[in-house]
């Protein structure tokens, strides 16, 4: 059986490699890793451009960046915000100092199948934002799509999709989270108090 490499494959197999992730790490986990995306979005495209505009426009710092043999390109910005925007997600997926815990009203059968579909909108909206990024694209300054990415735009089916379709991968999980929020009735269960002697 021959396997034909292709970047369709490579983006199925990333969708696959999250929403395995999703189901060890449970609901919650994966609700924590969403909220984790969105604020990775909003410091890689929001440093990103800050370093661009008041750092990168200063022509001590560009001189001083050519002489280390470096340059300030589109480029080095793009693999910076990368970086950045995968740094955020690890870095408060596992160490950060806020916790999900969605009410257990539901079943494990319930539970399971939301999971599934947070998982899956967690892996969308994180592999739509990377090419948007690899793009050269911004989000915040709602920059268009540039040439990095023409070639695998033209030749891919699903990151065709992931782009044309970015703003439905990134509204997609917070009104799925707000939806379910308001049909699940607001269970807060009773401490135990124990008697004070």
Known sequence: MNILLSWDLFIASIFVIILAYSLIIGLNGTLKS???TYLGIL???GLTNIINEYVLSSNQVVQGLSLFNLQSNEQSLVALKVVIFLSVIVALTVRGVFDVQL????????????????????????????????????????????????????????????????????????????FW?????????????????
């Not at 023409?150 to 379709?165: Q, T």
């Not at 269970?187 to 108090?193: A, S, V």
Request: negative net charge; hydrophobic residues 50%; proline residues 4%.
């Open 34 to 36: 969403i909220i984790s």
């Open 43 to 45: 410091c890689a495209d």
């Open 103 to 178: 009410s257990h009203m539901h079943s494990k059968s319930v539970s399971f199948f939301l999971n599934i579909i947070f998982g899956f909108f967690s892996a969308a909206l994180i592999v739509a934002t990377l090419l948007i990024y690899i793009s050269g694209a911004s989000l915040l300054t709602g920059d268009v799509l540039q040439s990095n990415i023409v070639e695998l735009y033209a030749n891919s089916f699903y990151i065709r999709n992931m782009i044309d379709y970015y703003n439905f991968w990134f509204s997609t999980p917070v009104l799925i989270f707000i």
């Open 181 to 197: 929020s308001l049909i699940t009735p607001n269970f807060q269960p009773q401490e135990n108090i124990e008697p004070e002697f």
